[in-house]
């Protein structure tokens, strides 16, 4: 493109899937392939053959603590595990924002479910909205996530290694989501580290163990499950 005496690269309808908008890729002769979909969803500029795609996914799959299980509760599903599933594939394709911004929406979902197990109480009642309205000037929902995550911290409800992963989300999401300045050398390794501690808070929060061939959860989100309605009879007697 040329502006005045200026020239300047363009990139030209960087928006489209040229194979499914122009008229041409109607023609019975072409065929919409699996490697035109991928190339696509790829970063422009990133490798997009099968085995880049793998060896991103095995780059981002170093997480410290693994999800190996969790409940089939739907919104545990819906808010954690596939949130994080969707993180892990936006790294394979090059979407390193997408795996950050995906992450801080874990993060904030994991906020939300350690206060709701907690059962927190005022004069041996669980405390209401209004009364939360009252101690914290919002709704624990409505804070800002530093401020849930400065909650839970005071009450107790998360530890010091919990309360850095969290604060890690954050200070990574705020940057690369909310600042024009950031730039993006880092991003590839700041979305890995953001990835392993959203993947670390989840597990925490679930208390995935295995004992006598059994999964064991928490005992705070068990009665959590319990409240829901989720947790089925064993079927055995003694259990």
């Not at 020239?7 to 960087?14: A, K, T, Y």
């Not at 390794?189 to 808070?201: F, K, L, N, P, S």
């Not at 989840?202 to 295995?210: A, E, F, H, I, W």
Request: with cysteine.
């Amino acid at each position: 493109m040329v502006l005045g005496d200026a020239l300047i690269d363009i990139c030209v309808n960087p928006l489209q899937f040229l194979e499914v908008d122009e008229p041409w890729a109607k023609l019975p002769n072409l065929k919409l392939t699996p490697e035109r979909v991928i190339a696509f969803l790829c970063t422009p500029g990133i490798e997009t053959e099968l085995s880049s795609l793998a060896d991103r996914y095995r780059e981002i799959s170093t997480e410290p603590k693994r999800l190996f299980a969790a409940p089939a509760e739907p919104r545990i599903l819906e808010t954690l595990v596939w949130p994080l599933r969707h993180a892990k594939a936006s790294y394979m394709v090059g979407n390193y924002l997408g795996t950050i911004s995906l992450c801080g929406m874990v993060a904030e979902m994991v906020t939300g479910l350690i206060f709701d197990m907690s059962e927190i109480r005022m004069n041996d009642k669980l405390i209401k909205e209004e009364e939360q309205k009252h101690l914290l000037g919002s709704t624990f929902e409505k804070l800002s996530q530093n401020r849930r995550t400065e909650v839970l911290s005071a009450y107790g409800l998360i530890d010091v290694e919990m309360k850095a992963e969290l604060d890690l989300i954050r200070t990574k999401r705020k940057r690369y989501l909310h600042l024009w300045s950031q730039d993006h050398e880092l991003l590839p390794g700041d979305a890995r580290e953001t990835y392993h501690a959203a993947v670390g808070i989840v597990v925490r929060t679930l208390g995935q163990d295995v004992k006598d061939g059994k999964i064991l959860l928490s005992p705070q989100l068990l009665k959590y499950l319990d409240r829901k309605g989720v947790l089925k009879p064993s079927g055995r007697d003694g259990d």
